[in-house]
């Protein structure tokens, strides 16, 4: 007991922030050391064989939310993402069903191959002029997503619908900003001051009467024996939990896992095919190559489907190498043991928050040989083939990010997939991409965010095909 205490002790007592990367605290002070948030300790987790260690094989160890008080005042610590114990267990499980039901078979790919034909005609009219395409991308992974949640897309040019993604990017950008990170650090006193923080807030309430609305629609109009999306799919849960009192599905749950579903899904949807079109820009034979796979498999005519990638292993190599590269969750969120947890040779007592760095096993040099370099030699070997990798983020789902097996995994793994490999394929299919300047000169590295990256801003322009 006295050797764990000392040990207790020298992991709990390393003053570190991260003003400096966590790859700097790593090399001075190991593969598990601890920051303080304030005066509140975390413990940072780095490498491969640390995340996998405590995300797989101590899973259930850490699978609580950790502490992040400009998102816990935001979510009230209900819904899919900041929820914890039996209300997460509740809540997580039903979203898992009910995406993994919404997001299987034909009838999502159909309404995503719609969005990505509006999408095209909406390219076409920039006429070969320049343009940033994040509003593109944004708006249309956001529709797609309105499809599943609402059981409707929006028109482009409506004002509400706007309103909506406006609020969401403004409530992204800002949580980056130096009063939310003081926030986050000193909560009770910033609570009472004016700054960035406080619009956080109030978008957020204006984003949840969005949500709101729609609820009521679908109130009056619900037909329990054929629910029509997420929000169908949980009324019905609603009623059939009435009667028990220690029911996790109640109005408030509902509007903010359904907000959840618009952050966690439609923007880090957007940024990954954002980033993607400009490593494409940047590595011309990677964009031939891409072209050449798309012509031989799906032609010009086809509309892609998923059924086509297992005849892709080239694009579905690069697709993997470009979730790789980005790093969307470079620390994770925070996770937090859920009791006393004996980590290693260090002790973590029950609640402590913990950043599994998940960048640290994605650009670990002994899975990838060429960490720092965007390599489709990753996923594919010499032959051409797609690489089997043990890796536990490519094991079983296409996204990198999130292919840790675990209970707090990223919910709509297959939806995402579909998403993605069918927006970039079908801009593909149709345009020619046209960097500003020489490829060379482009900077794929990402900016640092709150919680994911982002790639920097550009402009290109695209010529049909």
């Given amino acids: 007991m006295a050797l764990q205490s000392a040990q207790s002790y020298q992991l709990l007592h390393r003053r570190q922030i991260l003003m400096v990367s966590p790859l700097q605290l790593s090399q001075k002070y190991g593969r598990v050391f601890t920051i303080y948030l304030g005066s509140t300790p975390a413990v940072v987790l780095y490498g491969h064989d640390v995340v996998v260690e405590a995300l797989v094989t101590q899973g259930d160890e850490f699978t ?24 997460w267990k509740q809540i997580h499980h039903f979203a898992e069903t009910t995406l993994n039901m919404l997001g299987m078979g034909q009838d999502i790919e159909k309404k995503i191959q719609k969005e990505a034909g509006f999408l095209v005609e909406r390219l076409k009219s920039t006429n070969g002029r320049t343009f940033d395409p994040t509003s593109f991308l944004s708006q249309t992974t956001s529709n797609i997503l309105c499809s599943v949640s609402f059981g409707k897309c929006f028109n482009y040019e409506d004002k509400n619908f ?8 403004e409530n992204a950008s800002l949580q980056s900003s130096t009063m939310t990170k003081l926030y986050n650090i000193f909560p009770t006193i910033l609570d009472y001051l004016p700054g960035s923080h406080q619009k956080i807030f109030k978008n957020t309430e204006e984003l949840k009467q969005f949500v709101s609305r729609q609820v009521d629609i679908h109130q009056k109009t619900l037909q329990p024996e054929h629910p029509r999306d997420f929000i169908d799919a949980f009324l019905i849960k609603m009623e059939q939990e009435r009667q028990n009192s220690h029911s996790a599905f109640d109005h408030p ?11 966690g899904g439609a923007q880090s949807t957007s940024l990954v095919l954002k980033y993607g079109l400009l490593v494409l820009m940047k590595y011309p034979k990677v964009h031939k190559k891409i072209l050449q796979e798309i012509d031989s498999v799906i032609g010009p005519s086809q509309t892609p489907c998923m059924a086509d990638l297992d005849k892709m292993p080239y694009t579905d190599a690069v697709i993997h190498e470009i ?44 899975e990838f040989p060429n960490p720092q370099q965007f390599d489709v030699g990753h996923f594919l070997d ?20 999130f292919r840790v097996e675990i209970k707090r995994g990223c919910l709509g793994k297959k939806l995402i997939d579909i998403m993605i490999f069918i927006l970039l394929t079908t801009i593909l299919q149709h345009f020619t991409l046209k960097p500003l300047g020489d490829p060379d000169d482009h900077d794929t590295s990402p900016t ?12 290109l322009s695209v010529a049909p095909r």
């Fill in 64 to 87: 609580d939310r950790g502490a992040s008080p400009i998102l816990m005042k935001t979510t009230n610590e209900t819904g899919i993402g900041f929820s914890n114990g039996e209300t």
């Fill in 162 to 169: 706007l309103r909506f993604l406006h609020l969401l990017d």
């Fill in 253 to 263: 749950s509902l509007v903010r896992s359904t907000l959840d579903l618009f952050t």
């Fill in 323 to 366: 979730h790789r590269c980005l790093a969307l969750v470079p620390l994770n969120l925070p996770h937090a043991v859920i009791k006393d947890t004996f980590f290693r040779q260090y002790f973590i007592p029950k609640g402590t928050t913990v950043f599994p760095a998940l960048k640290s096993s994605l650009y670990d040099s002994r």
């Fill in 382 to 401: 010499k032959k051409g083939v797609l690489r089997k990798r043990t890796h536990p983020f490519f094991d079983r789902y296409r996204n990198p990010n």
């Fill in 448 to 459: 640092t965010g709150f919680v994911t990256v982002a790639p920097k801003c550009y402009q």
